[in-house]
């Protein structure tokens, strides 16, 4: 990654304006990334702001130190991208998730750099750092911010963020990226004023009322196939209606299809106005991106996303029938 960091360096010491950026329906990841960036590019003297078109998640909200996550407005914002010197996007690497931010940020008179570890990124970006065996877009910041400041600690505000995208996308240290390279940038991390129990605390233990009584149905209604090796759920509009529960009351949801003894991948449809959310989770070598990709989306190989217009019995058990290869294809490896 040196490399890469060489060229943004040169971008960043060139920029005056920097635009950072994320996906629709950001996560922890890309917020995370996000506050570290425009902490550390404050501190060199950028004038930095951070656009995205999604409001931010209240669970979120401990990041936002002086406002500054705002929510795209064209009437605000079109110009500031347009103008930008450098507009960053983390965590995403295809321009469409940024919905209806994508125009100006495709117009920017600047340099457009996206900072990833996704797989198949589009041809968009005058520069792309991906780095698919990096555990989240947070632990990639924290590698330039230290190759560009040249000291491992960074500052506290800095650190939160990059220890926030760490541990969301790690399932909170659990899932296979969780090298011995990260657990010492963690430390790194703590060293710099994290806190990781109140980091904890924020993301995970701040559940609405709303959002368990949806839980609650949701688990109930958690079915099994192709002898109990995968699970999925379907949360319809109706459901989040019953218990005014909104589609941020669902976030982590998919994790649950996992535990279930015996699975190894999990499927949640969540209803939306376009059709269904789709989220893929799997375990070893079972490659949910193959499936996602079918689904107008993607991500990791044991992580994915896609969309369904179709919202029918019928859609749902082709989505089902869908999945049988993917399983059938670690029956064949093993």
């Not at 003297?45 to 931010?56: T, W």
């Not at 376009?274 to 949910?288: A, H, M, P, Q």
């Not at 993607?298 to 993917?326: C, F, Q, V, W, Y």
Request: aromatic share 10%; hydrophobic share 40%; charged share 20%.
């Amino acid at each position: 990654m040196e490399n890469y960091w060489i060229q943004l360096k040169t971008l960043i010491d060139q920029s005056q304006k920097i635009v950072l950026t994320t996906h629709v329906r950001p996560d922890g990841d890309g917020l995370g990334a996000e506050a570290a960036l425009f902490s550390y590019f404050e501190s060199l003297g950028k004038i930095v702001r951070i656009i995205n078109v999604s409001p931010l998640p209240e669970a979120f909200d401990y990041m936002n130190k002086d406002a500054r996550f705002e929510t795209f407005n064209t009437t605000i914002h079109a110009h500031i991208l347009e103008n930008a010197d450098c507009t960053i996007i983390l965590d995403c690497n295809q321009l469409d998730r940024t919905e209806e931010m994508a125009p100006y940020v495709e117009r920017t008179k600047g340099n457009i750099v996206v900072i990833d570890h996704h797989l198949y990124p589009g041809d968009f970006a005058d520069l792309l750092c991906i780095d698919i065996n990096s555990c989240a877009t947070g632990e990639m910041v924290y590698d330039f911010i230290t190759f560009h400041s040249g000291k491992m600690t960074v500052s506290q505000d800095a650190a939160t963020g990059i220890y926030t995208s760490i541990m969301t996308d790690t399932g909170n240290f659990r899932f296979p990226r969780t090298t011995p390279a990260v657990h010492r940038k963690t430390a790194y991390l703590i060293e710099s004023g994290v806190e990781p129990s109140e980091i904890y605390g924020w993301v995970n233990e701040q559940r609405t009322l709303q959002s368990l009584q949806l839980q609650g149905l949701f688990l109930s209604q958690i079915r099994t196939a192709y002898d109990g090796r995968l699970a999925y759920s379907v949360v319809k509009k109706s459901d989040f209606d019953r218990f005014g529960a909104t589609l941020e009351d669902s976030e982590g949801f998919v994790k649950y299809l996992l535990s279930v003894k015996g699975v190894v991948m999990g499927i949640l449809l969540i209803e939306q106005p376009y059709g269904y959310k789709l989220s893929f989770r799997s375990k070893g070598d079972i490659d949910v991106n193959r499936l996602a990709s079918q689904y107008s989306g993607g991500g990791h190989k044991n992580a994915s996303g896609g969309k369904m217009e179709e919202m029918t019995d019928h859609a749902i058990a082709r989505l089902i029938a869908d999945a049988e290869p993917i399983l059938n294809a670690m029956e064949i490896t093993e």
